[in-house]
């Protein structure tokens, strides 16, 4: 999470997923948003 937030990027397609017990938490860099996702 900390990565997203100290970086300034164009890119949209960048994510980082957290797998927690039978759930997949997916924090996505979207237009500029931090969306989570949850699986």
């Given at each position: 999470l900390e990565?997203?937030?100290k970086r300034k990027s164009l890119?949209?397609?960048n994510s980082i997923s957290?797998?927690?017990g039978n759930k997949?938490?997916?924090f996505k860099d979207v237009?500029?948003?931090l969306k989570?996702?949850?699986n």
């Open positions: 990565k997203l937030q890119m949209q397609e957290y797998p927690c997949v938490f997916t237009e500029n948003q989570l996702i949850i």
